[in-house]
């Protein structure tokens, strides 16, 4: 662990101590800045019952700079791409280094909860969400059953 | 050639014109022609009185520190009325855009009100801030920085009058962060999620140690200040550091210490005759990629249905669209649909059908317009290189300079040759310009005058050239200077001509232009 910030220690701690609810975190054995990630698909949302795994980076400028995440499972919703970069203010503009990796995770949870599709990151799937949201909650449940659920990839 | 002539001579007594400029010149020789710059100006104006610019136009060069003190000094005037902190004033200002009557303004509009215009400014009221201060003071127990998460004595923690506190290795490093990657300096809020209150000026030079920091934030500061201020204006030469300050706004040359010389409105090198607004669309014609733009247009023709770009290939003029969704068959000669053309092609009789004709104007009218564009372009480009050129002339006009000196000539008599290499730049520059101005102009009588001055610098300038470039390392002394002299003085008052029919035209409306694309 030698040359790991003390806050990067502290939240990893913290964070397999005390874990959120319906989200876990663990540091990779051979490096402790990239942590395994998953989210579950939050209650009521098109995402529920599915499981998403996420990967998390906290690059050498951390907590000055935000971290890195993007989804590995693949999901339809107007503000993740098809990489699975995320659209999320906390991670560019407004990040904060008052802010933890347990706030973005949060966040992360809460716009799949919310999704916002005027501030679009995926177009054709925010055009969709606008134009049909009961078709575009539909694929996204299908989306999720494919790829989010056991056996799925 | 004749016309024009006449036309000048019917304006203004050649002679009087003449003596007025050869006073002038004995008068600036030593003075490296910036004098003399704006001597033309005042000539053009005091030729025709009505244009309204006959004044000299004032302004200063300041050093970077000079426009710190000038900011400074804005906030004690204001101080001197509102009487709140520097530090909280400068935010209020900085939010302000440096307008101080926009602030008093507001200031006295709110009266009663005043917290609403530090809320705005992103500031806690400096009313309010005593209070939170005291009550931080008196707190003595070891606290954790919630940045870094490591325990420290209160006195390590620090904050502004928002409350939220961390510690100062965590500040300083936050702000290295927002100073020099983000290149932030009066916008940088407390590092708390979501509290945008504004960290001032002495908050940070305390919180930094790094110079090199330092230097960056205050450079930062000022350029903001100057950005704001429509009567200050960096200097656009690369690596000065030089700020300009008129008393008004104006399209003028003003010329900084570095020796740049530019238009004060747009910041480009000084373009008379032609507008800045001509200036900014000719620079982005060139800096797109027009060239590949107009081959194009000039050599491709567009599907008269879909409108996809071909480029003929073969020799058969039978076209059929490569677009699957298209697929429209027509004769590449006369854009018309190919059906009624039937096997006999090669005698296009639907030359004249309406939809090809207008499909073949379109391209005509591409085609000109690239021959016109290149032919501005190429008369452009090849001023500016000659301009480029005549740098290493000063070289060599500088030995000449010597070897004369050398030769019993004193250092004054000798300046008339360095003078002639700068009317010979002023010439190129003017000339470059002229042909930006002419691509934009719509050809009338004035312009055939106009262009007939264009020809007149032109030829002149070459001869100059030529003379200063070749001969005058073997012609002998006397003759040189009676030569260069004549032929320089020749040059200065013919671009005069045409820079003050330019600008009578300006004053009269005598220019059209064209619409560009």
Redesign the interface.
């Given at each position: 662990m030698a040359g790991l910030?003390?806050?990067i220690t502290?939240?990893t701690q913290r964070l397999l101590s005390e874990p959120v609810q319906g989200i876990s975190a663990t540091p990779d054995e051979n490096n402790l800045r990239y942590f395994h990630v998953t989210i579950n698909g939050p209650k009521d949302s098109p995402f529920e019952g599915g499981v998403f795994k996420l990967e998390l980076f906290l690059p050498e400028?951390y907590?000055?700079?935000a971290p890195k995440v993007r989804f590995n499972t693949k999901i339809y919703h107007p503000n993740i791409d098809k990489i699975g970069r995320i659209c999320l203010d906390?991670l560019k503009d407004?990040w904060?280094?008052?802010?933890q990796v347990r706030?973005v995770l949060l966040s992360i949870q809460a716009l799949l909860s919310a999704p916002n599709p005027d501030d679009p990151l995926a177009n054709d799937v925010a055009d969709n969400w606008k134009r049909n949201e009961a078709a575009a909650i539909k694929t996204a449940r299908e989306w999720t059953q494919k790829y989010a659920m056991s056996g799925g990839q | 050639m004749e016309s024009d002539d006449d036309y000048y001579e019917d304006d203004i007594d050649p002679d009087d014109y003449d003596d007025g400029h050869n006073f002038d010149n004995e008068d600036v020789e030593v003075d490296e022609g910036y004098l003399g710059e704006s001597s033309v100006d005042a000539r053009i104006s005091s030729y025709n009185p009505d244009l309204g610019d006959d004044d000299p136009y004032p302004y200063e060069c300041l050093s970077a520190d000079k426009v710190v003190g000038l900011m400074n000094e804005i906030i004690r005037e204001v101080n001197d009325i509102v009487n709140i902190p520097s530090t909280t004033l400068r935010i209020l200002l900085a939010h302000f855009n440096w307008d101080k009557e926009l602030l008093l303004e507001k200031y006295y509009e709110y009266e009663g009100n005043q917290e609403r215009i530090f809320a705005e400014a992103h500031v806690i009221s400096p009313l309010k801030s005593k209070s939170l201060a005291r009550r931080k003071s008196g707190r003595s127990i070891e606290q954790a920085c919630e940045i870094c998460c490591n325990n420290y004595s209160s006195s390590f923690m620090t904050g502004l009058d928002c409350g939220h506190s961390f510690c100062k290795g965590c500040w300083s490093q936050y702000l290295c962060t927002k100073i020099i990657d983000e290149g932030m300096s009066q916008t940088i809020s407390c590092p708390e999620f979501e509290c945008d209150i504004i960290v001032d000026d002495a908050v940070v030079m305390n919180l930094i140690t790094d110079q090199k920091v330092c230097r960056k934030y205050q450079h930062l500061i000022t350029n903001s200040f100057v950005m704001c201020n429509p009567l200050l204006k960096w200097c656009p030469a690369p690596d000065c550091h030089h700020v300009i300050k008129v008393e008004y706004r104006d399209k003028r040359p003003v010329k900084c210490e570095c020796g740049r010389e530019f238009c004060f409105d747009c910041g480009e090198s000084w373009h008379d005759p032609v507008l800045c607004m001509h200036l900014r669309k000719w620079l982005k014609k060139c800096d797109d990629d027009s060239e590949t733009s107009h081959w194009i247009s000039a050599n491709t023709k567009e599907c008269p249905k879909c409108q996809v770009t071909i480029e003929k290939d073969g020799g058969c003029n039978h076209m059929v669209c490569r677009n699957q969704a298209c697929k429209h068959e027509f004769c590449w000669v006369c854009l018309g649909p190919w059906d009624p053309h039937g096997a006999s092609w090669y005698n296009c009789n639907r030359y004249n059908a309406e939809e090809a004709k207008k499909a073949r104007d379109l391209q005509e009218s591409s085609r000109e317009m690239l021959q016109r564009y290149l032919f501005y372009c190429n008369r452009y480009m090849n001023h500016l290189q000659s301009l480029k050129f005549e740098h290493k002339l000063y070289a060599r006009i500088k030995r000449k300079m010597e070897e004369m000196q050398q030769l019993n000539m004193s250092w004054i008599e000798v300046q008339f040759l360095k003078r002639a290499v700068d009317v010979l730049c002023q010439c190129r520059q003017t000339l470059m310009y002229t042909y930006v101005f002419a691509f934009f102009l719509k050809r009338n009588n004035q312009s055939i005058i106009f262009e007939g001055n264009q020809a007149d610098v032109e030829k002149a300038t070459e001869l100059l050239s030529e003379y200063l470039e070749r001969d005058v390392t073997t012609a002998s002394l006397g003759e040189i200077k009676q030569k260069v002299q004549d032929k320089y003085r020749y040059c200065d008052s013919r671009r005069n001509v045409l820079l003050r029919h330019v600008h009578e035209g300006y004053d009269k409306d005598w220019w059209e232009y064209i619409e560009t694309s």
């Open positions: 910030p003390r806050r502290k939240e400028e907590p000055m700079a906390i407004k904060s280094p008052a802010l706030t | -």
